[in-house]
């Protein structure tokens, strides 16, 4: 396997669920505060709010970008309210911390969230100072991943050259354009399933990136 990222040299980081496991409840905490600010934006109850935002997120990648294409509201309020939130549920992981560092090359992070929440993030868990970029969704105009000109804004902004580059995902559907694009391709999540553009899968992203170094 360490022979398929030999010729890596930058490697980028989702943040939610990837670089932390989906049994810690921060992301739920989002969940709760967008379906609050959608039930408020729109004046609808909560179980419609909840059915709106599966709606966009199916049809746009994001509840902001469905926010935002049918209802015009502007980002950065609905964005500072949802990331307000409890960041104690995290904890150091000085194992990753140390994972990553090993790595040869650049470390970067591309999170559909905010710069700003992404370290707080990366702070919680101990690991602010393993990357040598943050990159948020106001980094790709609001453009969301999976769209391919949300990965082609970020990537030029950060001079990444696809061909060297791999990807670390728990969305599936968020490596179809990285892979497309020449990069080696990771799907980080508890279940594996096959897909031709997922070239490797791991549950445990310590263990894994130690077998790379």
Do not use: C
Not at 88 to 110: E, F, M, N, T, W
Not at 193 to 209: G, N
């Amino acid at each position: 396997m360490k022979a398929d990222f030999d010729h890596v040299r930058v490697w980028v980081f989702d943040l939610d669920h990837t670089l932390y496991p989906p049994e810690r409840a921060l992301f739920s905490q989002i969940e709760d505060r967008m379906t609050s600010y959608v039930s408020n934006l729109l004046s609808v109850d909560r179980t419609e709010a909840n059915r709106l935002r599966d709606h966009y997120w199916a049809l746009y990648g994001t509840t902001l970008a469905g926010l935002m294409a049918e209802h015009q509201i502007a980002p950065d309020p609905f964005l500072e309210d949802v990331h307000d939130i409890d960041f104690s549920v995290l904890a150091p992981d000085p194992a990753l911390g140390r994972a990553i560092d090993a790595l040869p090359g650049r470390k970067v992070v591309y999170t559909n969230g905010t710069r700003p929440y992404a370290l707080d993030v990366l702070a919680a868990l101990g690991l602010t100072d393993m990357f040598d970029a943050v990159y948020g969704v106001e980094h790709a105009n609001y453009r969301p991943k999976p769209e391919q000109a949300a990965y082609e804004a970020v990537f030029a902004l950060d001079g990444l050259p696809a061909a060297t580059g791999a990807m670390f995902e728990d969305s599936i559907r968020n490596l179809t354009v990285p892979h497309a694009m020449g990069m080696r391709t990771v799907h980080v999540a508890p279940d594996a399933e096959h897909h031709d553009h997922i070239h490797h899968h791991t549950d445990d992203l310590t263990a894994f990136l130690s077998q790379l170094t």
